[in-house]
């Protein structure tokens, strides 16, 4: 069955530092999203991704995040320079349509900041 | 505002008897809703949804999950828990239409089920 990739499983950045995610989706879906998960906390949207443009973002979403499709099959997500609190769990999911379809989720990028 | 509340933060059972981790939703929608399970070290595998069709969901590993719109809960349930179903279980509502979102999930605060041999 097919699934969503992400690299690395586990990324260790000095703060202040760029950090860039990566999730390879599943090869039919359009759209693409990332989540986190602080430590003991919810799991929280963060962006949704549509036709190579941001469809919807939340206020966790700051100017401090980016996302892109570089090329056909990657969607990456960066934090231009990291902070203590961006430490988490990255997840990245994707659908076949937006809405009212299933997401299938990778299994994580854990972002520690030092 | 659309949200889910898990009403359980830990439940704990014997193996071979039944679960139930209960899930409330609040929507000005008609949700659909979604339940998803989290292995340690693993990412949200989808067990079941429900998208206004049967109030009676089936999902994998012998889960169910009901829609009440009355008692606005979707709880999960498996007549008979495995040892391998120890794990963290989210309810989930999506943002179908609301505010013309694209439908991005909105994640319960999870409810971690133990399995007791």
């Not at chain 2, 206004?52 to 994998?60: C, D």
Request: hydrophobic share 35%; glycine share 6%.
């Amino acid at each position: 069955e097919p699934e969503v990739t992400q690299t690395p499983s586990h990324q260790v950045t000095q703060m202040g530092q760029e950090v860039i995610l990566r999730c390879v989706p599943i090869s039919n879906h359009l759209y693409f999203y990332w989540y986190r998960q602080i430590l003991g906390q919810k799991v929280e949207f963060l962006v949704s991704f549509y036709n190579n443009e941001i469809s919807e973002k939340s206020e966790i979403f700051d100017d401090q995040f980016s996302v892109e499709r570089p090329d056909g099959s990657n969607f990456t997500l960066k934090i231009r320079s990291t902070k203590l609190e961006d430490s988490a769990m990255y997840f990245c999911a994707s659908s076949v349509m937006g809405i009212n379809q299933p997401q299938h989720f990778g299994d994580g990028t854990r972002l520690s900041i030092l | 505002a659309q949200s889910v509340t898990q009403l359980d933060s830990h439940v704990s059972v014997s193996e071979g008897t039944p679960v139930l981790l209960r899930c409330n939703y609040s929507s000005s929608y008609s949700p659909s809703l979604f339940w998803y399970v989290q292995h340690p070290n693993k990412g949200l595998q989808l067990l079941l949804k429900y998208t206004s069709a049967a109030t009676l969901v089936k999902g994998i590993n012998g889960f169910e999950a009901e829609f009440k719109k009355s008692e606005t809960s979707f709880h999960l349930t498996k007549p008979s828990a495995h040892m391998s179903d120890a794990a963290e279980y989210f309810c989930v509502v999506t943002t179908t239409g609301y505010g013309g979102s694209q439908g991005n999930l909105i994640f319960g605060k999870g409810t971690k089920l133990s399995v007791k041999p």
